[in-house]
Structures are given as C-alpha cells and as structure tokens.
Nanobody, 127 residues
Framework: QVQLVEAGGGLVQPGGSLRLACATS???????????MCWFRQAPGKDREFVAA????????YYADSVKGRFTISRDNAKNTEYLQMNSLKPEDTAVYYC?????????????????WGQGTQVIVSS
C-alpha cells in the first residue's frame, strides 16, 4: 500500500554530516500524515536496530541512545517525505539505513511492528 525510496547515503569522514530522505508513494488512499515514520539501520553482522521515529504531525520524535543529540528526524507531510539529518558521524554509524512506515498513531521501536520498508541506503563513515 505504501512504497518508500531512500536517498542521500554515501561515504563521509568521521565528524561529517549526511541528510537522508525517504520519499513515499501511497496506493491505499491513506494519507502520509497518518503513518508513523521511522528509520532503522543494519550494520554488517548485526541485527536491524531502531534509530529514530516521528509521530504523525512531527510534534514528537524518538531516538536511540546511540544517536541522541547527533541525529534529527523530521517529516514534511506536504511533500510526503521523511528526513534524517545525521551530524557528528562516527565509524560505528556505518550501516544500511532503512525507512519504514506504520499505519498507526502508536510509535514502536521494533522492526517487526512496521509494515512497509524501503530498499535501504548505504552510509559509510570512514577516514
């Protein structure tokens, strides 16, 4: 019912910044503004982990402790797009980053609670 496409990944040096974007296309008729949106990431050899989530209106956001203070999640409902501003990047931030959506007003931090996923975009933080 929802298609998601991530963009903005790449190679950056430690301390640098990247801005990820997730463009969505709905086929069910449900408005983008009625989906909880989030970002997960998966590093080599590790399970997919929660990064950040944002409520319908964007008034509330949630972050993993590992990225709090460095990453900022946002959404533009008029553009049907979710963003992740990543500052002060560290090598341990290296992962494939996935956009995900959930047709609910309740924010969840577990991957299996989300219904729709993008293909992912690679972020590499290295000198």
């Amino acid at each position: 019912q929802v298609q998601l496409v991530e963009a903005g990944g790449g190679l950056v040096q430690p301390g640098g910044s990247l801005r990820l974007a997730c463009a969505t296309s709905a086929t069910s008729g449900r408005a983008f503004s009625s989906y909880v949106m989030c970002w997960f990431r998966q590093a080599p050899g590790k399970d997919r982990e929660f990064v950040a989530a944002i409520s319908w209106s964007g008034s509330a956001s949630y972050y993993a402790d590992s990225v709090k203070g460095r990453f900022t999640i946002s959404r533009d409902n008029a553009k049907n797009t979710e963003y992740l501003q990543m500052n002060s990047l560290k090598p341990e931030d290296t992962a494939v980053y996935y956009c995900a959506a959930r047709p609910s007003a309740v924010v969840r931090t577990r991957a299996y609670d989300y219904d729709y996923w993008g293909q992912g975009t690679q972020v590499i933080v290295s000198s």
